[in-house]
């Protein structure tokens, strides 16, 4: 089966346009009435969902921004009651609080469809056994590839993340012919694999990576280690989750489905680019339910391809993602903003407000984080044990806040150095994956 829903994967562009219009409206009335924060968007611009009259008008719509999330934290940018939530889901937020998002019944049929369409397009379908080591739980990543695993008809194989040695046995004993993972688990499995000698007794045919940036070297290492094609994964949780974008067998740029979403590629000036120039992603949800989201600043930059592809599909279509419009780094798949460390830094006795971030990647080619902080000259002690108590206090109440463990180095006063303009912050030692 080449296709999965073809009405809507290959839908002239008039017809397509004309369905765009349709939902855009539908949305933009949904917020409208059920989102006191957009009415007072729409308001403060003077406009209305009835002065919708194309799609080109989704240009007068106001913007929305991450912190707009944790401004309304929980449930305030939701646009049904709570009890037609059937599922939220939540990623890290940049002051501690996470981003959460909701779901009815119908967005996760749409969501596990959308997931069906990515799977049938990399060549997959329900003969395959797919296991998916991502963590399962708010993360939407888990269970987002899940219910499209099982939407496709295939078998499941829930691993999640961690013990590398039983994950790669389960690929051998399940017969396993897809696998999800982060770009950089990918690669520290392919070298156990290596170690282990056991290459020829996978049937893994297609990988699925995301939730972090990788190269086409990375791409060509996974295929090589693996004996598999590599398909690249674009998603975000104020969107739905992963798939939003997925890439083709041509494997040259990710498919973002038109149906449900309105793809805006914006410069600096907030004007659309043009064809093969970069731009920040602006993303407009069309289909859904509990959490519609207007012209969504996602930070990723990209470039807009042409939506011609061999493939057959005519949705729009970008680049992978290129890098980050803001100070937001990734970490193992983990959002962590330099911002979230500060409030955790500045809130905790015996150590100052100064501290820099070294991000590196260990000999298992995952990431490392360690924060680097000064301790009070009132606290700065020779005493083993107490320097070891404030380490633990530190890297517990990171961890608590950035959902992923960061090492912490304690130095004396006046050793990080002290700067009159923007004070560097992030040392990220990384090597491109």
């Known amino acids: 089966m080449k296709y999965w829903q073809p009405k809507f994967e290959t839908m002239e562009h008039n017809e397509l346009r004309e369905l765009q219009l349709k939902r855009l409206k539908k949305t933009a009335a949904a917020v409208y009435d059920n989102v006191p924060f957009y009415r007072e968007k729409f308001d403060s611009l003077g406009i209305t969902p009835d002065d919708i009259k194309s799609v080109d008008d989704i240009k007068k719509l106001p913007t929305t921004r991450k912190t707009d999330l944790r401004d309304n934290y929980p449930f305030g ?30 967005d996760i049929n749409t969501w596990a469809d959308m997931m069906a369409r990515n799977f049938t397009m990399v060549g997959l379908d329900a003969n395959d056994t797919f296991q998916n080591a991502v963590n399962y739980g708010l993360f939407t990543g888990g269970m987002g590839f899940h219910y499209g695993i ?38 520290y ?12 007794k996978l049937s893994l045919r297609v990988g699925c990576f995301g939730a972090e940036p990788w190269s086409s070297s990375t791409r060509k290492e996974l295929e090589s280690a693996f004996n598999i ?69 996602t930070g990723d930059i990209a470039r807009r391809l042409k939506s011609e592809c061999a493939c057959g599909r ?34 905790i006795e015996k150590i100052t ?41 530190v890297e517990g109440e990171l961890k608590s806040v950035l959902n992923i463990r960061a090492n912490v180095e304690l130095v004396e006063k006046g050793t990080i150095p002290r700067s009159t303009g923007k004070a560097k912050r992030v040392f990220d030692r990384r090597e491109a994956i």
């Open 77 to 106: 940018l939701f646009a049904v009651p709570k009890k037609d939530i059937v599922r939220i889901h939540a990623s890290s937020g940049t002051s501690g609080k996470p981003t959460v998002v909701g779901y009815t019944a119908n």
């Open 353 to 393: 407000d100064q501290f820099e971030i070294y991000l590196d990647r260990n000999k298992k080619k995952l990431d490392e984080i360690t924060v680097k902080v000064e301790l009070d000259e009132d606290a700065f002690t020779d005493d083993i044990q107490d320097l070891a108590k404030v380490r633990k206090v």
């Open 314 to 347: 005519t949705t729009d279509r970008i680049s992978r993602i290129l890098g980050r419009a803001d100070d937001m780094l990734i970490v193992r798949g983990i959002n962590v903003f330099p911002s979230q460390i500060e409030n955790v830094i500045v809130r």
């Open 189 to 200: 499995l392919a070298e156990t694999v290596r170690e282990m000698g056991i290459v020829d």
């Open 150 to 187: 099982e939407r496709l008809g295939a078998m499941a194989v829930p691993s999640g993340t961690g013990n590398t040695v039983r994950q790669i046995e389960m690929m051998e004993d399940f017969g396993v012919t897809a696998i999800h993972c982060t770009p950089s688990y990918g690669l």
């Open 229 to 297: 094609k590599a398909y690249d994964s674009y998603g975000l949780s104020e969107m739905m989750g992963p798939g939003i974008g997925f890439e083709c067998q041509e494997q040259d740029g990710l498919h973002i489905w038109s149906d449900h979403y309105i793809v805006e590629i914006l410069d600096e000036n907030g004007e659309e680019v043009a064809e093969g120039e970069k731009g920040e992603i602006v993303l407009t949800s069309l289909t859904k339910e509990a959490l519609p989201v207007i012209r969504y600043r």
